[in-house]
């Protein structure tokens, strides 16, 4: 099978040759270690087998993106805009793994959003993709991997949001001035429909998904009742213009703890979620048995088992192995691998991985 008609009998339950299985990669400084530890990324693959996916993520950004501008810099720390228009103070050390203090968001007002989405906004694919945009996603059509659009950063209702305000102000939108709120999302609504009806003129997509990273290890951001007042409907609007269009998969990328916002992206028709971080609390196994196979799964497999060796490894695989082999499901790590993880180690996950998703392709077959 090809990677594209594996992934498609996967998310429809039907017979594989093998399980399908994605992996995430690792941090920058993560790579830095695999390559002291011995990759060498010239004459080796990191996917390490794992199927090939063509991940889309960045035709959503503000465009022209803005200039790097440095502020103030010091011996440790560095204040710049980047380039969404976030004013941020980041360590110079650790740039990566740290996290920054935003000073100060793009759009905290309507007057700044308004210019904002009319300056950066635009649904131009020449602008976005080259002016051969029309070439480049022909390309990506006749690839035998999957396409996977994902609105990167710029394509949801609260994650998007807060790249523009800041989650303090966006919170306390919703109840000082919910009409802004309703404002800023109906033109992303509209922003997300426009690029992706040129896209769907010339090409099929194999799934989409909104971004939203809108919870922590305890919790979401935004209560359920909030989510459904404002989100839904605009999920909705959006989730019945890219069905129409023959977009059979659609999901939602959010980190955290998300187990009380699931009823409404499943009421909203999206049939996918990922990637179910572990150490918030998500269980793969738990959330096919309460929402059974209408939701399909991708993600969900503890990355910190791959820190402590190949025993840990064995029992978090096997512990995901029945909804490997039940189907609706493409198993990889529930985010990035963090700089804690040799090489080794993710070289002997992505080797037992594979042998459970064969083993569990042979037993549907």
């Not at 300056?119 to 976005?128: G, T």
């Not at 992303?188 to 990273?213: R, Y």
């Not at 989100?231 to 069905?243: K, T």
Request: charged share 25%; with cysteine.
């Amino acid at each position: 099978m090809t990677e594209r008609e594996r992934f498609h009998a996967c998310m429809r339950y039907e017979a594989v040759d093998k399980a399908p299985h994605w992996t995430w990669g690792g941090w920058p400084e993560t790579m830095e270690r695999w390559q002291r530890e011995g990759f060498d990324g010239a004459t080796m693959d990191v996917r390490q087998g794992a199927d090939r996916v063509n991940w889309v993520g960045h035709w959503f950004f503000p465009n022209p993106p803005f200039e790097h501008q440095v502020l103030e810099e010091d011996e440790t720390h560095i204040l710049y805009v980047n380039h969404e228009g976030i004013l941020m103070r980041e360590m110079k050390g650790n740039p990566y793994s740290s996290m920054p203090q935003f000073v100060k968001f793009p759009a905290e007002t309507r007057e700044e959003f308004r210019r904002f989405w009319s300056e950066r906004m635009k649904p131009d694919l020449a602008a976005r993709l080259g002016p051969d945009w029309r070439g480049v996603l022909h390309g990506l059509q006749a690839d035998t991997a999957p396409l996977v659009v994902i609105s990167d950063r710029w394509g949801g209702f609260f994650g998007p949001l807060r790249n523009l305000v800041g989650v303090e102000r966006l919170c306390m939108l919703f109840y000082d001035d919910p009409a802004f709120i309703e404002e800023m999302m109906d033109a992303n609504a509209d922003f997300i429909i426009a690029v992706m009806g040129q896209v769907l003129d010339e090409i099929h997509v194999d799934a989409f998904a909104f971004w939203e990273d809108m919870a922590y290890k305890t919790g979401p951001l935004l209560t359920p009742k909030l989510a459904r007042r404002f989100m839904l409907p605009r999920y909705r609007r959006v989730v019945e213009f890219l069905r129409g269009r023959g977009v059979e998969w659609i999901g939602l990328d959010s980190d955290g703890r998300i187990d009380s916002l699931i009823p409404v992206w499943v009421d909203a028709g999206l049939n996918f979620l990922y990637p179910f971080e572990v150490q918030s609390g998500m269980d793969v196994l738990q959330v096919r048995r309460e929402y059974g196979r209408d939701l399909r799964l991708w993600g969900g497999v503890d990355k910190r088992a791959m820190a402590e060796g190949p025993a840990a490894i064995d029992a978090e695989l096997e512990r995901v192995r029945p909804i490997i082999e039940e189907g609706g499901y493409i198993p990889m790590a529930d985010h990035s691998c963090p700089p804690d993880i040799s090489w080794p180690c993710y070289v002997y996950h992505m080797a037992r991985l594979r042998q459970v998703c064969f083993e569990a392709g042979g037993g549907r077959a």
